[in-house]
């Protein structure tokens, strides 16, 4: 089973800017779409970046202007550029892979926005 690990969490000022990246301890094939989600506490996960294997792009509407998504073509894994970050950011970040049968979910990194 293909483990994935997230990277690039912690404590940032409100305004700040962070870039998570998720590295994949395998190859996955046949790779459908590729994404973040986040779980604030008390909260669901939602997600927050999708990118499709097309190349096309879906961003939560609280994070759109301010989030960039993007995908290293050769690790097929995702990048998240987090720029303006705000307080109500705040959450543990999920990196998320999937393909025709299986979802691939990393064990999340904290993003910690303080005010």
């Known amino acids: 089973q293909v483990q994935l690990v997230e990277s690039g969490g912690g404590l940032v000022q409100a305004g700040g800017s962070l870039r998570l990246s998720c590295a994949a301890s395998g190859r996955i094939f046949g790779i459908s779409s590729m994404g973040w989600y986040r779980q604030a506490p008390g909260k669901q996960r939602d997600v927050v970046a999708i990118?499709?294997?097309?190349?096309?792009?879906n961003f939560a509407d609280s994070v759109k202007g301010r989030f960039t998504i993007s995908r290293d073509n050769t690790k097929n894994t995702p990048y998240l550029q987090m720029n303006n970050l705000k307080p109500e950011d705040t959450a543990v970040y999920y990196c998320?892979?999937?393909?025709?049968?299986?979802?691939?979910w990393g064990q999340g990194t904290q993003v910690t926005v303080s005010s």
């Open positions: 998320m892979i999937a393909t025709r049968g299986t979802i691939y």
């Open positions: 990118i499709t294997s097309g190349g096309n792009t």
